[in-house]
């Protein structure tokens, strides 16, 4: 191939898609600032605080279940298209909920909008990028996320402050600025929900799933706008065809043959053992966890903002190097950085009032935990199960891969509270120091690397390493 590609046109293609990574990151991120608030407007008790912060990961499973076959039925677009429509019902109906059971069933339905982007949204950009750019634009994605972080917590803070001012007339404005904030919190995400829906008309379809669908014709329309060359375009075609030609349709039962189900194995292992390194700990309760070492609320959201804001700069750098560097190379530096600085917070929540350690010491071992692992585990993941999978089984792999990631942020999300009163948080976070090892292992071990490979080339190098009967 002649690499004439319109960079330009792949990077709006991606940074489309990317919005539904904004969406992910807030949806999932405004439960931190919304947790005490809602406790006591509903007076829950603690297995009602966890079910409410639960409920929308219960969701997440529910949408990556259906996400990999309503992507490989209905296309990739299509499906983004429904995940923009269930982020939007589920804001307005959050932000109007009149008792817990209404909120909680909103927010499900957000959840199944997470589950759905967390799948569909990295298969489109993996499929529109050429492998020299693959990692930096499906990186995008996770950038997105982080944005969406950050957006959530500053949001947080913002409405936060500006409720203790707030007045309107209306009593329904009055309720969710003023005296009932966390409705606005969990309400401004119809804003971006509704734009991403808008915006998902201006791009085509992703030409490799016209291809697996028969539709060559719109497939080789997109491929000369991202190429702008017709030698590439045939070459892209033909390569794809012939891989769709070697194998049978997507279905389940593909799943199953040894060859696939070891990669499935190893996507679904590094998916789920990345939730118990601590990080959706750390994003879902982290204001509860500075509150607990002495801050205020106000400080507690404020320090939140500050992982945000590292969260998203890390991931830029991460964006910048991991075609060059490569994704294990991020992974082996990322982890083991990781492991020192949950360490370190296990050894302040055990030894820091011994010590005379500040609570300045802790946010900086919170800020260096977010550094390392927005630039590995964090930048890699998605990148890596949208590109390890063939073809014909991308979508459903993905959404094994998918389900294996939710189930252990639910269990995180579950656990966390529990956890920390448990073990304590000295013994939580040496805990999630621990599960950082076999993570590391597995990528060393299993994973290939895979920067600046085309998608089929890691399909053949699967298939060398694996192959079916």
């Given at each position: 191939?002649?690499?004439?590609?319109?960079?330009?046109?792949?990077?709006?293609?991606?940074?489309?898609?990317?919005?539904?990574?904004?969406?992910?990151?807030?949806?999932?991120?405004?439960?931190?600032?919304?947790?005490?608030?809602?406790?006591?407007?509903?007076?829950?008790?603690?297995?009602?605080?966890?079910?409410?912060?639960?409920?929308a990961?219960?969701?997440?499973?529910?949408?990556?279940?259906?996400?990999?076959?309503?992507?490989?039925?209905?296309?990739?677009?299509?499906?983004?298209?429904?995940?923009?429509?269930?982020?939007?019902?589920?804001?307005?109906?959050?932000?109007?909920?009149?008792?817990?059971?209404?909120?909680?069933?909103?927010?499900?339905?957000?959840?199944m909008?997470?589950?759905?982007?967390?799948?569909?949204?990295?298969i489109?950009?993996?499929?529109?990028?050429?492998?020299?750019?693959?990692?930096?634009?499906?990186?995008?994605?996770?950038?997105?996320?982080?944005?969406?972080?950050?957006?959530?917590?500053?949001?947080?803070?913002?409405?936060?402050?500006?409720?203790?001012h707030?007045?309107?007339?209306?009593?329904?404005?009055?309720?969710?600025?003023?005296?009932?904030?966390?409705?606005?919190?969990?309400?401004?995400?119809?804003?971006?929900?509704l734009?991403?829906?808008?915006?998902?008309?201006?791009?085509?379809?992703?030409?490799?799933?016209?291809?697996?669908?028969?539709?060559?014709?719109?497939?080789?329309?997109?491929?000369?706008?991202?190429?702008?060359?017709?030698?590439?375009?045939?070459?892209?075609?033909k390569?794809?065809?012939?891989?769709?030609?070697?194998?049978?349709?997507?279905?389940?039962?593909?799943?199953?043959q040894?060859?696939?189900?070891?990669?499935v194995?190893?996507?679904?292992?590094?998916?789920?053992?990345?939730?118990?390194?601590?990080?959706?700990?750390?994003?879902?309760?982290?204001?509860?966890?500075?509150?607990s070492?002495?801050?205020?609320?106000?400080?507690?959201?404020?320090?939140q903002?500050?992982?945000g804001?590292?969260?998203?700069?890390?991931?830029?750098?991460?964006?910048?190097?991991?075609?060059?560097?490569?994704?294990?190379?991020?992974?082996?530096?990322?982890?083991?950085?990781?492991?020192?600085?949950?360490?370190?917070?296990?050894?302040?929540?055990?030894?820091?009032?011994i010590?005379?350690?500040?609570?300045?010491?802790?946010?900086?071992c919170?800020?260096?935990?977010?550094?390392?692992?927005?630039?590995?585990?964090?930048?890699?993941?998605?990148?890596?199960?949208?590109?390890?999978?063939?073809?014909?089984?991308?979508?459903?792999?993905?959404?094994?891969?998918?389900?294996?990631?939710?189930?252990?942020?639910?269990?995180?999300?579950?656990?966390?509270?529990?956890?920390?009163?448990?073990?304590?948080?000295?013994?939580?976070?040496?805990?999630?120091?621990?599960?950082?090892?076999?993570?590391?292992?597995?990528?060393?071990?299993?994973?290939?690397?895979?920067?600046?490979?085309?998608?089929?080339?890691?399909?053949?190098?699967?298939?060398?390493?694996?192959?079916?009967k």
């Open positions: 191939m002649q690499k004439m590609t319109n960079i330009r046109y792949v990077a709006f293609l991606s940074v489309v898609a990317a919005l539904g990574g904004f969406l992910f990151g807030y949806d999932t991120a405004v439960i931190s600032g919304t947790i005490s608030k809602v406790g006591s407007q509903f007076e829950l008790n603690t297995l009602q605080s966890g079910w409410y912060v639960g409920s990961l219960v969701g997440s499973i529910l949408g990556v279940m259906i996400a990999g076959v309503l992507s490989d039925k209905l296309g990739r677009k299509k499906t983004m298209i429904l995940s923009a429509i269930l982020f939007t019902v589920s804001a307005v109906g959050c932000a109007i909920s009149n008792n817990l059971a209404e909120l909680v069933i909103y927010r499900i339905i957000g959840g909008g997470i589950g759905i982007v967390s799948i569909v949204c990295p489109y950009i993996s499929e529109v990028s050429p492998a020299s750019h693959r990692g930096r634009m499906v990186s995008l994605y996770q950038l997105a996320i982080t944005v969406g972080f950050m957006g959530a917590y500053l949001m947080n803070y913002w409405l936060l402050n500006i409720s203790y707030y007045h309107s007339s209306n009593q329904l404005l009055m309720k969710i600025f003023g005296t009932q904030e966390w409705r606005g919190m969990l309400g401004v995400e119809a804003i971006p929900a734009l991403f829906f808008l915006i998902i008309f201006l791009i085509p379809e992703s030409p490799r799933w016209l291809i697996a669908m028969g539709r060559e014709d719109g497939a080789q329309r997109t491929l000369r706008t991202i190429h702008g060359n017709e030698e590439d375009v045939l070459f892209q075609v390569e794809t065809r012939q891989m769709l030609d070697a194998e049978e349709k997507s279905n389940w039962r593909l799943l199953l040894p060859g696939i189900f070891k990669i194995l190893i996507g679904a292992a590094i998916a789920i053992l990345g939730q118990f390194m601590g990080v959706n700990a750390v994003l879902y309760y982290g204001p509860t966890i500075f509150e070492s002495g801050l205020s609320g106000g400080d507690s959201l404020f320090y903002s500050l992982v804001v590292v969260n998203m700069v890390t991931t830029i750098l991460a964006l910048l190097i991991i075609d060059k560097l490569g994704r294990k190379k991020l992974v082996y530096y990322g982890v083991s950085g990781m492991i020192l600085s949950l360490l370190a917070i296990g050894i302040y929540f055990l030894k820091g009032e010590w005379g350690l500040s609570n300045s010491f802790l946010l900086v919170f800020l260096t935990y977010i550094f390392f692992t927005a630039g590995s585990i964090s930048a890699v993941i998605f990148v890596f199960l949208s590109e390890m999978y063939p073809t014909s089984i991308r979508g459903i792999a993905m959404s094994v891969a998918g389900l294996s990631l939710w189930i252990g942020t639910y269990l995180i999300g579950q656990l966390t509270p529990w956890l920390l009163e448990n073990l304590t948080p000295a013994g939580t976070f040496f805990m999630f120091a621990v599960m950082c090892i076999p993570y590391m292992l597995i990528v060393w071990k299993r994973m290939p690397e895979t920067a600046g490979k085309s998608l089929e080339d890691i399909e053949r190098f699967w298939k060398e390493r694996y192959p079916n």
